[in-house]
């Protein structure tokens, strides 16, 4: 059963309603006496008890009766079990007020809460404890909800971070297939290059964040590889100001999008492929590349920007932006700092077309 929290409407309610009370039957005008403390404390205990037993009844029966179609009948076993101890309590106060307190009317004590009738003090009393219960209901929901949402993308992440290293592993081959033909000695390089690489890629992959630093200083070795591969048809730039250094982003982040970069577009001499990495004011990286898609267009499984726009998600950072302006394709991202509170941020991711 989901838990009703009212510890602060049961701590209110009590002292509010033992104030009415002894307002109404104007004990603050008598003399300090023991009588006085007695009728007091009185008071207090038989409104908690009335208070906590039809607390307890009404729990009781949501529970037993929890069932959509036991309604009516929860119902009228709250209503004739709670008034039938509504009505114990209050003889009981009786019998003690005028055995101990022989001056005073059965009924004086209560006076307040016979202003209106009984059922329906009951009513509102069943009432406020329903929109509780509903409240917490919603709220219990809402959160199996986001705990079930949460549990999906950590299993999608799990699948895509598996999935990177090969990735990886499936274009570099190709490329190293190709240099084998037609440099042996490039080949060579290529070859001792990609395996720092990678084991970056096993060792990295593991981590949450890595800092922008480590990040910049793996992308310039695996910029490397690229250079080997394509020459002077492709070109990097990465201007990053030392007081991002130490902010963080998911591991492997410009590796996927750089890589993304070289796949979707053509590299030569004439016409390098220029990607940028930059930062904004606004605490934003900045991946930028001049579009010229190749005209086979590769096969793509959405890797690489799937496995970040997820991780993003996980963390419950701003949204990961990805668009085409003026003949360049642009992926923006937020960077973490390094003592940022990540918990109570979730926002959309915005999708575009890419690896």
């Not at 009317?105 to 202003?115: D, E, G, T």
Request: charged residues 20%; hydrophobic residues 45%.
């Amino acid at each position: 059963m989901v838990k009703v929290k009212d510890k602060w409407l049961r701590l209110i309610g009590i002292s509010f309603i033992w104030l009415v009370a002894v307002y109404s039957n104007k004990l603050y005008l008598q003399p300090l006496s023991w009588q006085l403390v007695g009728q007091a404390l009185l008071t207090l205990v038989s409104i908690a008890l009335t208070w906590q037993g039809n607390r307890y009844i009404i729990l009781h029966f949501r529970d037993k009766f929890s069932a959509p179609n036991a309604l009516i009948k929860r119902i009228a076993f709250v209503f004739i079990t709670g008034m039938l101890f509504t009505w114990f309590i209050l003889v009981c106060t009786g019998y003690v007020s005028t055995t101990f307190f022989t001056h005073i009317r059965n009924s004086q004590l209560f006076r307040p809460l016979f202003s209106f009738p009984l059922f329906l003090q009951f009513a509102l009393f069943f009432g406020i404890y329903e929109a509780l219960y509903y409240n917490a209901q919603l709220k219990h929901s809402e959160e199996e909800k986001k705990q079930l949402e949460k549990e999906k993308l950590w299993a999608q992440l799990a699948t895509l971070n598996q999935q990177v290293p090969p990735h990886f592993l499936f274009n570099t081959l190709n490329s190293l297939s190709s240099l084998i033909t037609e440099d042996p000695a490039e080949a060579d390089r290529f070859l001792n290059e990609m395996s720092k690489v990678y084991r970056y890629l096993l060792d990295n992959n593991k981590h949450e964040l890595v800092t922008v630093q480590t990040e910049i200083k793996f992308i310039h070795s695996f910029f490397q590889l690229l250079r080997l591969r394509y020459n002077k048809g492709i070109e990097l730039h990465c201007e990053i100001p030392a007081k991002y250094e130490d902010y963080q982003l998911p591991p492997l982040t410009l590796q996927l999008l750089v890589e993304n970069a070289v796949k979707h577009n053509t590299t030569s001499k004439d016409r390098p492929l220029r990607i940028e990495i930059t930062v904004t004011d606004s605490e934003r990286l900045v991946v930028k590349n001049n579009l010229q898609r190749k005209k086979d267009k590769p096969l793509s499984h959405k890797i690489g920007l799937n496995n970040i726009a997820v991780k993003y998600q996980l963390m419950q950072q701003d949204a990961v932006i990805v668009k085409e302006e003026n003949g360049f394709f642009i992926v923006s991202l937020p960077l973490i700092h390094p003592s940022a509170n990540r918990e109570n941020l979730s926002l959309p991711v915005e999708k575009a077309d890419g690896d």
